[in-house]
């Protein structure tokens, strides 16, 4: 399918050469190349939730990669076909259950936190009552005598020991929970990691990984929020709103009734607030994971971007979701901002009817002024708790939908276990039988159908053929990335899905198109390839590669440290490492995945050279859109639209004078 077929087909705009085709582009440089035509309000919003489709995916999605199997995708990224991930907690009884049990272990820590909370709230609460035998002892004394400023400094005294046995024990309490809430995402990071290491291939070519990026960041840190300031927040709330009850009660039934009657208002309107911002914090999240995925595929192919002039669209496009992060972030904060002001004028209302009541009270039942001070104070307090609490549900919500995306994650299946009966072939040879295979990653489009091919160790297979015609799709099922649906494919006589995944795949050594080097030495990227290698025997794989002269060039050898997926070298000495690598790990089977086609042809003379040393005894897979580099293959694969449409050795498919005849000798092109 061509790009603007692509295009139509999702519904966005084509984007058409300037006038003049694409001299005219070139000749008119960048600035401006590509932009569609102004849009209408109506048509950015469905362009903007075309994008947050695309890049705020689900984890679950339904189909899989595209024909051109993994890593074959068009500019949008991987699976495209995405629907968009729900941010608004589906099942929170559930979530906050399991986020519970992550406090489980610090049981012990929780129980002196939430202690040192109740020591915090009585003290308050004592400290404020205190109030009222003051006042009515020695300030205003009821019987109408004079004051007792000795009095009143010992009872200062005290209250001030009370409430520094309160602040004691909230730092004691801040101290305890910032600990047991850095465990807790600790645990659940290692958690969400190790999951993620288990899940299957096709989980990260359907989604996207700017999106993954941000469960482990965004979603994380909300949920750290909420367990070391919104629980006990929570609980000592609710202590104070109960403690401050009781003591109201006890000063005065009439002012108390006045006060819980206002509650239900309170609540009500807090309750109403609530659940818009539920709503708008998890669309926040969804629109922040979208963001986080434009930027994260911009930056990762920003060479692509600026080759293809296509820098306005790429502004354009994240104008868009930041827009609509902006838009929904505004509601959001708006709506959890609100629940302050809205609560805090409420309770001034309150605090102003149980006033004048008071002071009528003071008057005509003899009230004491030292127990309406307190009930004023009581009065703020009960309703502070009230205000902490519904500010809370803001962060409450939001870290509710960040947890579900984490275990959305979690609860992804993993990679199909290994059978009970599961063999391990020690040492295994290399000879490899497909058998009538048939496979589509979407079992309603087949990918490959009735593929038969041998090969034996010292072989070189080659498959060429258009893209999308199953050519890696091959190779990704020898590794058990995917299982097929129908046939068989047998490693030295067994089934390999009765194999242990990690004998099979321990045995297949692969060099891909794209390399990957992680942040390290040069030696230590080596090694990766088998991680008990010794010095002698990666020095030998480099040598093996072709690779050792350059090394040795470099500043400290094989010391020499790797960042930015090894930024510091040329893509030709990148893909030696590669190559490196996969002769370290001794794998008597070889996948080569067009891994010449990214450099120039004197590097890739280079490079050929330590593949044929590579290749040597091995049982050779080689996808190559390079026809020259398979000459010398045993056997060459023409596959088209999934089935094998020739086979022979370069000799004799041009004997055959059919479609590779056509591709060798230029009759035709490769699509």
């Not at 990071?189 to 482990?216: A, E, H, I, W």
């Not at 969804?286 to 995925?293: D, E, F, P």
């Not at 595929?297 to 820098?311: I, L, M, Y």
């Not at 004028?345 to 102003?352: E, F, K, P």
């Given at each position: ?244 009850l009781g003591l109201m009660l006890y000063t005065n039934v009439y002012l108390t009734v006045i006060t819980v009657v206002m509650v239900p208002v309170m609540m009500k309107a807090g309750g109403a607030v609530a659940r818009r911002s539920q709503k708008y914090f998890g669309a926040q999240q969804t629109s922040l994971g979208a963001v986080n995925g434009y930027v994260e595929e911009t930056v990762t192919g920003q060479k692509v971007v600026k080759v293809f002039c296509h820098e306005d669209i790429a502004r354009e496009e994240f104008a868009i979701l930041n827009r ?348």
């Amino acid at each position: 399918m061509s790009r603007e077929e692509q295009l139509k087909t999702e519904g966005q705009p084509v984007l058409k050469p300037e006038k003049g085709g694409a001299e005219g582009v070139k000749a008119a440089g960048c600035k401006g190349a590509g932009r569609p035509g102004e849009e209408t309000a109506g048509e950015r919003s469905a362009r903007a939730e075309r994008l947050k489709r695309r890049y705020g995916r689900a984890v679950s999605p339904k189909g899989g990669p595209g024909p051109m199997g993994p890593g074959r995708h068009g500019p949008g990224g991987p699976g495209r076909q995405r629907a968009m991930a729900k941010g608004t907690p589906k099942n929170s009884r559930a979530t906050v259950k399991r986020l519970l049990a992550y406090l489980n272990e610090d049981k012990a820590k929780m129980g002196l936190a939430f202690f040192c909370v109740i020591v915090n709230t009585a003290a308050s609460l004592a400290g404020s009552y205190m109030l009222r035998p003051i006042i009515n002892r020695y300030i205003v004394p009821v019987d109408g005598s004079r004051g007792d400023a000795a009095g009143l400094a010992r009872a200062l005294m005290v209250m001030a020991l009370v409430y520094l046995a309160g602040v004691l024990a909230n730092y004691a309490q801040a101290k305890v929970m910032l600990t047991v809430a850095q465990s807790a995402l600790l645990k659940i990071r290692n958690d969400l990691f190790t999951k993620m290491q288990t899940l299957p291939v096709r989980f990260y070519d359907t989604n996207n990984n700017g999106d993954l990026m941000s469960r482990f960041t965004n979603d994380v840190d909300t949920v750290g929020q909420m367990l070391s300031n919104t629980l006990v927040q929570l609980f000592s709330g609710a202590l104070s709103i109960i403690g401050t009850l009781g003591l109201m009660l006890y000063t005065n039934v009439y002012l108390t009734v006045i006060t819980v009657v206002m509650v239900p208002v309170m609540m009500k309107a807090g309750g109403a607030v609530a659940r818009r911002s539920q709503k708008y914090f998890g669309a926040q999240q969804t629109s922040l994971g979208a963001v986080n995925g434009y930027v994260e595929e911009t930056v990762t192919g920003q060479k692509v971007v600026k080759v293809f002039c296509h820098e306005d669209i790429a502004r354009e496009e994240f104008a868009i979701l930041n827009r609509d992060l902006r838009d929904n972030q505004i509601r959001a904060q708006f709506f959890g901002g609100i629940m302050g002001p809205v609560m805090g004028n409420l309770s001034q209302i309150n605090y102003s009817l149980t006033a004048c009541i008071g002071g009528i009270l003071c008057i005509w039942k003899n009230f004491d002024v030292g127990g309406l001070t307190v009930f004023l104070n009581f009065s703020r307090q009960f309703s502070r708790p009230i205000n902490e609490i519904s500010m809370q549900v803001s962060n409450v919500f939001s870290a509710l939908a960040g947890a579900e995306r984490v275990f959305a994650v979690m609860d992804e299946a993993p990679e199909q276990a290994d059978d009970r009966d599961a063999v391990t072939l020690t040492p295994m040879e290399g000879h490899v039988v497909l058998d009538r295979v048939s496979f589509g990653y979407d079992p309603d489009k087949v990918i490959l159908k009735d593929i038969s091919l041998y090969a034996k160790p010292g072989q070189k297979i080659a498959f060429v053929g258009s893209t999308g015609a199953g050519k890696t799709t091959i190779t990704n099922l020898l590794n058990r990335f995917y299982d097929i649906q129908a046939g068989s494919i047998t490693i030295d006589g067994v089934d390999i899905r009765h194999l242990s995944r990690e004998n099979l795949r321990k045995n297949i050594a692969m060099v891909l198109q794209d390399t990957h080097l992680f942040t390290g030495s040069v030696r230590e990227n080596i090694r990766y390839g088998r991680l008990d290698a010794t010095d002698e025997e990666v020095v030998q794989a480099a040598k093996t590669a072709s690779a050792h002269s350059f090394i040795m060039r470099l500043p400290k050898g094989y010391d020499t440290m790797l960042e930015g997926d090894g930024a510091n070298l040329s893509q030709g000495q990148r893909q030696l490492l590669n190559i490196a690598r996969a002769a370290v790990s001794k794998a008597p089977i070889l996948i080569l995945d067009e891994a010449t086609s990214s450099v120039d042809t004197r590097t890739e003379k280079h490079i050929e050279h330590g593949m044929d040393r590579l290749m040597a005894n091995r049982t050779t897979f080689v996808i190559a859109h390079r026809l020259s580099t398979v000459r010398n293959a045993n056997a060459i694969m023409v596959l088209e639209h999934g089935e094998i449409m020739e086979r022979g050795d370069h000799e004799e498919l041009l004997e055959m004078k059919g479609r590779y005849y056509e591709l060798y000798t230029g009759v035709k092109e490769l699509d």
